[in-house]
């Protein structure tokens, strides 16, 4: 198994990117390109940027890539607060993914604390 497959963040994540990718899908069809595409996009970027930084050798490149899941992942709960709030999605169907996205905002907010925290570390002379 992967290394990102391991990782409780990346786990939640893909499974909210399912989630919204299954949810973009009842979007009215004139939205399928514009907010259900942005959807798309969005949550795909969530986990797939901790994979690609998860294979990165230094903490500071790794926490880039974190960096830009934890931007899209904002992406992601501002594009269910506009389907829920153009009735796009039912209030249930938003509570759950609002509820997976929590979780995952939990979730990949303690693997940049822990890369953060690793890479200020001071090194120790060998």
């Known amino acids: 198994m992967p290394l990102h497959q391991k990782l409780?963040?990346?786990?939640?994540?893909?499974?909210?990117?399912?989630?919204?990718?299954?949810?973009?899908?009842?979007?009215?069809?004139?939205?399928?390109?514009?907010?259900?595409?942005?959807l798309r996009r969005a949550c795909y970027s969530v986990p797939l940027n901790i994979a690609e930084g998860?294979?990165?050798?230094?903490?500071?490149?790794?926490?880039?890539?974190?960096?830009?899941?934890?931007?899209?992942?904002a992406e992601v709960q501002t594009a269910l607060e506009i389907a829920r709030?153009?009735?796009?999605?039912?209030?249930a169907d938003f509570g759950r993914l609002e509820a997976l996205a929590v979780e995952t905002?939990?979730?990949?907010y303690g693997l940049l604390?822990?890369?953060?925290?690793s890479s200020a570390r001071p090194s120790?002379?060998?």
């Open 8 to 38: 409780k963040a990346w786990q939640h994540a893909q499974r909210l990117a399912v989630e919204c990718v299954k949810a973009a899908r009842r979007f009215p069809d004139y939205e399928q390109e514009a907010l259900g595409d942005q």
């Open 54 to 73: 998860s294979t990165r050798r230094g903490t500071r490149e790794y926490r880039r890539y974190l960096d830009t899941a934890w931007s899209s992942l």
């Open 85 to 91: 709030d153009v009735g796009y999605l039912e209030p």
């Open 105 to 108: 905002s939990k979730t990949l």
């Open 113 to 117: 604390r822990k890369i953060s925290d």
């Open 124 to 126: 120790t002379p060998r």
